[in-house]
T-cell receptor
Framework: DAKTTQPPSMDCAEGRAANLPCNHS???????VYWYRQIHSQGPQYIIH???NNETNEMASLIITEDRKSSTLILPHATLRDTAVYYC????????????FGTGTSLTVIP | GAGVSQTPSNKVTEKGKYVELRCDPI?????LYWYRQSLGQGPEFLIY????????DSGLPNDRFFAVRPEGSVSTLKIQRTERGDSAVYLC?????????????FGAGSRLTVL
């Protein structure tokens, strides 16, 4: 699976949009981009995933560049409860392929 | 149940002892994963089951670690002759078998401390 690069930490003001970048320059054509987050003392929680097109759900939006070498997770109105470690993972689809987590981005939402 | 359940939530043991950690996946999920997470690190893949069989155990660090899923539902991670370096949070996840992208649902983890 392709490796990802994320900044180790970011801050965001409460109520503002949080934009979390991820580089995956060696991504293959059949690899999806997934985002998970992990709040302290909990298991990772699925946020969103995409292949080529931008995606939006009730939690976040995922913007994937046209060349698919990078993506951005957008939390449109960050709250204090969004403080967590956010992991960007690229992975071939299907249950036979593992999710390899890096060290992620530690997002702190500031009141 | 509604989510992935892991027991015990906390386990303290002495070096050299044997430990079992249990995972109850979401009902109907055929795929089950074990991960290990050390402080300040992301989850590290250990083993993956598809049904009753271990489809990929390449992440198990050594032969002291073993996992089973005899009936294709509950799984047990077994650690023999525990060492202090085994201290970590052990996470279990499950997913339904589906073509294309699939999503893992994680449990809250079992925190193992080896003294």
């Amino acid at each position: 699976d392709a490796k990802t690069t994320q900044p180790p930490s970011m801050d965001c003001a409460e109520g503002r949009a949080a934009n979390l970048p991820c580089n995956h320059s060696t991504i293959s054509g059949n690899e999806y981009v997934y985002w998970y987050r992990q709040i302290h003392s909990q298991g990772p929680q699925y946020i969103i995933h995409g292949l080529k097109n931008n995606e939006t759900n009730e939690m976040a939006s995922l913007i994937i560049t046209e060349d698919r070498k990078s993506s951005t997770l957008i939390l449109p109105h960050a709250t204090l409860r969004d403080t967590a470690v956010y992991y960007c993972i690229v992975r071939v689809g299907g249950s036979g392929n593992q999710f390899y987590f890096g060290t992620g981005t530690s997002l702190t939402v500031i009141p | 149940g509604a989510g992935v359940s892991q027991t015990p939530s906390n386990k303290v043991t002495e070096k050299g002892k044997y430990v079992e950690l249990r995972c109850d996946p979401i009902s109907g999920h055929t795929a089950l994963y074990w991960y290990r997470q050390s402080l300040g690190q992301g989850p590290e893949f250990l083993i993956y089951f598809q049904g009753t069989g271990a489809a990929d155990d390449s992440g198990l660090p050594n032969d002291r670690f073993f996992a089973v899923r005899p009936e294709g539902s509950v799984s047990t991670l077994k650690i023999q002759r525990t060492e202090r370096g085994d201290s970590a949070v052990y996470l279990c996840a499950s997913s339904s078998q589906a073509a294309g992208a699939n999503v893992l649902t994680f449990g809250a983890g079992s925190r193992l401390t080896v003294l």
